[in-house]
């Protein structure tokens, strides 16, 4: 019988810290919806990975290209398309190269096949940029307290990092976080998608005001590319439940007990299958 070990942060040595010292919404996200024993492997234990998924690191070298998207629309450039795609052609090429942690895919995505379709998915957003906002040049990494309903912060902070800040041309500073998917979203995810309420309260220390508004720009990895923005707003009472939900995750992961979730959606491209696979011995 294996018994849980109560975790203790400060014994945990790393050079990130992420999911340790701090809070970071991926980790919340792991623990809380993807797998706790991934959690644990990731960021406890810090187990090598073993692989990587194919949707993850496209979605990071899309990330990537419209970065530097917004390079030139902030320095009066009009956007390279041509450049973007190069950024993302070579942080696919980098991913797919690295032998010790193969991409995995549940649909057979090679490198061309990605490629080709992140040209398509650039060359579709540059040419439906919104008109009326321009994106600003600030830090977008931040490390914010996690205040409960008294004002006090909770032991580990929130780090994260904006993925667009954009002034409108009413004035108005918003955030905007990129997604890819291959489906558009549902009300009732898009109601209840936690991200969304930490980046606005985390906004009001980047920004040093309340956001004008939320927004996801999400590009659909569809034969046609589309792209979906979808504004998002959170109350008051919503900010505190998930206040609330990060204070009793940080008592869940202190009582060391880490479940597998044997039917998570991540399971096929889990990074750690084979320590899972072996968890019970």
Known sequence: MIAAAKVDFRSVVNELGEGVYHHSFSAISTFAEVCQLQYRFKYIDRLPQERVGAPLVFGSAVNAALVSIDEDLAKGRPPRADAAFEVLRSYLEKAFGNRAIPVVSTNGDTLEDLSAKGRKMIDFYVENLPTDEVPLEIPRRFTVPILDKNGEALPRPLVGELDRVVKTEDGRIGIVDWKTSSARWSGDRIAKDDQATAYLLAG??????????????????????????????????????????????????????????????????????????????
Not at 220 to 237: C, F, G, H, Q, S
Not at 252 to 280: H, M, V, Y
Request: contains cysteine; aromatic residues 14%.
């Open 204 to 281: 009001e220390f980047v920004l040093e005001q309340k956001p004008a508004f939320f927004r996801y720009d999400l590009l659909l990895k569809t034969v046609k590319p589309a792209i979906e923005r979808y504004y998002v707003e959170r109350t008051e009472r919503e900010m505190r439940r998930f206040v609330k939900k990060v204070s009793e995750l940080d008592r869940a992961i202190q009582s060391g007990a880490f479940l597998p979730n044997d039917r998570s959606f991540a399971c096929p491209t889990c990074p750690f299958r084979n320590s899972c696979e072996k968890w019970q011995d």
